[in-house]
């Protein structure tokens, strides 16, 4: 087992440390590790936490469906006949297969392969059978055949969150202050913005508290992603002394409650939404104007400027990442044991948004984000080199998320966002 | 441009079609410089303005990098620095270098255009570091074209014919 920190006593937690008055935060590497630590997050996080299933984009049309596993259920996300929005465990009630077994479609009811049970796609029994074969009442009396609902389905804005818990608190007070995340991706533009087609599934061999702290840390990018900037200086055009002229200093963390956070600045690289490089030449300059002339006039100058020129990586705890950075992603992670994470990432973008402009985005995306980026690659060598160096756990048994911690207000380049992050985490798994 | 319904395209312009062998060593010499990591000389046989792209597991092959998202989509600009990235140390990814295979068969020559000649072939790649083993597995696209007189590669599109990137993770070598 770990051995004894030398910290305030009253600050103890079996996994979780910190002194407040020292400035020390420490996270035991055993949460990375063990197989009780794992089945006590199924059960006191995923169990319990709002969990992002989809965004509304992705449905445009009554009848439209897709499928997802989240926190290791299959599930349905559809709309029915009327446009209302449901979420099913996609899985017979006769005998379990997989009824809906398509990434996506349009669909007036699933049918189940096996021996051919069928539902309305607001997940009624539909099923035709011989007079005599189920009694007249069949599924009427507290035996339902239907398609079982997940216990909870709500949204905000167009992002749709489930939850296992049929008596847990609202979306709304769970996000708390993080909707302003959701807000300023929303109010990129004025057509409403989507999901674009295609997604990033693949693994990381790495404890997914890795890659959450990943997601928002500010400190690693200048040591980690060392061959992105020397790319991205020469992509850009102009001088780095150009480009890191135009930047104004800004760094901010916000503590938005209940777990989640998110740290903003300013970056030399693009953003489609705003911020203009020397590569784009004077059709992209003008796009960009006209795209901040619009901001500003629907949104005011001051939030035109946070969405325009305002980098920001948000973690809604457990573990959706909407990343506003060259382009934005939105990202779940999920443990399918202690040291191997299922990732799933997608572009946003505007919709109607115009094809060199699209083209533009995607290319920001690949340049940086995902399997065959030049920085994300980088970022799991390092989650898998973390997972590896725990096997050391018994000998050098803490992480250390210290940064910034003394300071009035923390950087983005600090550890305040992770420590938001695992005070919940802690509060969650330290109980009795 | 890589799938039948063009092969008749500006045929009178269409570039020749050599012996298939010409094409099938071309193809393993490619494969083994990628094994022996000599990235420069690879490079090499790209024509100047190629292309080279990795869309995301189990795409179509005709799928678009302006409409959906790929895990690589590079001009020739950024196939450069992919390069010089993976010759560098902090290309943390592939530093240690991986061991990687490249086993290319079932070649076809799809036809030709004034693009260049399509080939398909199929590939199993394996990337070996530390304690993982990954394959990869689908085939290639590529489109080849003699200039001044050398066999030089105009469009290479690698579609992996998997549903998804678990357990690979990442495509930081080059397929």
């Not at chain 1, 051919?116 to 607001?122: A, D, P, V, Y």
């Not at chain 1, 202050?177 to 693949?202: A, R, T």
């Not at chain 2, 409409?67 to 001009?75: C, M, N, T, V």
């Amino acid at each position: 087992m770990v051995e004894q920190m030398d910290l305030t006593k009253s600050q103890e937690g079996k996994w979780v440390r910190e002194d407040k008055k020292r400035g020390l935060f420490k996270v035991s590497r055993d949460a990375f590790t063990s197989q009780a630590v794992f089945e006590r997050e199924n059960e006191r996080i995923f169990n319990k936490c709002w969990l992002y299933l989809g965004h509304s984009s992705e449905l445009e049309n009554p009848n439209d469906f897709l499928t997802r596993n989240v926190a290791g259920h299959e599930l349905i996300f559809n709309r029915d006949r009327k446009g209302g929005f449901n979420a099913f465990f996609n899985t017979c009630p006769h005998r379990g297969a997989i009824v809906a077994r398509e990434e996506c479609g349009n669909a007036l009811g699933f049918k189940c392969f096996y021996h051919g049970w069928s539902f309305n796609n607001n997940g009624k029994y539909a099923t035709r059978s011989p007079k005599g074969v189920y009694p007249e009442d069949f599924g009427k009396e507290g035996d339902s055949v239907d398609l079982s609902r997940v216990p909870r389905l709500e949204q905000y804005r167009d992002f749709h969150f489930i939850n296992f818990d049929a008596d847990a608190i609202s979306l709304d007070d769970y996000l708390a202050g993080s909707k302003e995340i959701l807000d300023i991706v929303s109010d990129h533009s004025p057509d409403g913005m989507e999901v674009v087609s295609g997604v990033q599934n693949y693994s990381i061999r790495a404890n997914w508290k890795l890659l959450v702290e990943n997601s928002f840390d500010g400190y690693h990018a200048a040591e980690t992603h060392d061959t992105y900037f020397t790319y991205l200086f020469d992509a850009i055009g102009g001088t780095p002394e150009e480009a890191m002229a135009k930047m104004t200093g800004q760094s901010n963390c916000y503590d938005y409650g209940n777990g989640h956070a998110a740290i903003e600045g300013e970056a030399p690289w693009g953003r489609p939404v705003g911020r203009h490089i020397p590569a784009w030449g004077d059709k992209g300059k003008e796009d960009i104007a006209a795209i901040v002339k619009e901001l500003e006039e629907r949104v005011g100058v001051p939030m035109a400027k946070r969405i325009s020129n305002g980098d920001r990586n948000a973690v809604f705890f457990p573990n959706l990442v909407i990343n506003d950075i060259m382009a934005i992603t939105i990202r779940t992670l999920y443990p399918v044991s202690p040291n191997e994470i299922h990732v799933s990432s997608w572009a946003f973008a505007p919709k109607g948004e115009p094809p060199e402009l699209r083209k533009r985005r995607l290319d920001n995306f690949l340049e940086f984000l995902g399997p065959g980026g030049f920085a994300t690659p980088d970022d799991v060598e390092a989650l898998e080199s973390a997972q590896v160096g725990y096997g050391n756990a018994q000998f050098a048994p803490w992480n250390d998320i210290s940064r910034g911690m003394l300071k009035e207000k923390p950087a983005n380049d600090d550890e305040e966002q992770m420590r938001c992050f695992w005070r919940e985490w802690a509060r969650r798994m330290e109980a009795e | 441009m890589m799938g039948n319904a063009n092969l008749t395209r500006s045929a009178d312009k269409a570039e020749a079609i050599l012996n298939r062998d010409v094409y099938e060593d071309f193809l393993y010499l490619e494969a083994q410089l990628l094994d022996e990591w000599k990235l420069d000389e690879w490079l090499a046989l790209f024509a100047e303005g190629a292309t080279y792209d990795v869309p995301t597991a189990g795409a179509p092959d005709d799928v678009s990098s302006s409409e959906k998202l790929f895990y690589i989509s590079d001009d020739y600009f950024r196939l450069g620095h992919r390069v010089k990235r993976l010759n560098q140390k902090t290309a943390h990814s592939e530093w240690p270098r991986s061991h990687t295979s490249r086993l290319i068969s079932n070649m076809r020559i799809l036809g030709s255009d004034d693009s260049g000649v399509h080939l398909r072939s199929a590939f199993v790649t394996h990337r070996s570091k530390g304690t993982a083993t990954d394959m990869f597995c689908g085939h290639h696209l590529h489109t080849v074209k003699m200039v001044d007189g050398e066999l030089k590669i105009v469009a290479k599109r690698s579609m992996l014919d998997l549903a998804n990137l678990r357990p690979q993770g990442r495509v930081s070598i080059i397929l």
